[in-house]
């Protein structure tokens, strides 16, 4: 059974920075896309980055580009998410998700085809 563990959420002030870490195991770790999804009060749970098994093709909301940036690595068996020039609409609980699907050619952006949660982690920005 897969767990993904998050780390790296706190408060922080509108511009600044934060890391978070997702440390897997229960599966081979390397065969899977990994992202990054978020879930602000009262909105949808929206993709923020996803990261192709091999790592080297990623893909970000548009809300995010040039500010974030995910990175993994599969000899850790972690995925990371740096994220920069924070905003208030940053605001979110943070989760990490494994793809169902191994080796999967493109990255997904639908949230149904990821079957593996962390707890998530709360992410705050103030202005």
């Known amino acids: 059974q897969v767990q993904l563990v998050e780390s790296g959420g706190g408060l922080v002030q509108a511009g600044g920075s934060l890391r978070l870490s997702c440390a897997a195991s229960?599966?081979?770790?390397?065969?899977?896309?990994m992202a990054w999804f978020r879930q602000a009060p009262g909105k949808e749970r929206e993709l923020v980055a996803a990261i192709r098994w091999s790592g080297g093709v990623t893909n970000y909301a548009d809300s995010v580009k040039g500010r974030f940036t995910i990175s993994r690595d599969n000899a850790k068996k972690t995925v990371s998410l740096q994220m920069n020039d924070l905003r208030p609409e940053d605001t979110a609980v943070y989760y990490c998700?494994?793809?169902?699907?191994?080796?999967?050619?493109?990255?997904?952006?639908?949230?149904?085809?990821?079957?593996?949660w962390g707890q998530g982690t709360q992410v705050t920005v103030s202005s």
């Open positions: 229960g599966h081979t770790f390397s065969n899977y896309a």
């Open positions: 998700a494994a793809d169902s699907i191994r080796y999967r050619s493109s990255i997904t952006p639908q949230l149904r085809e990821y079957n593996a």
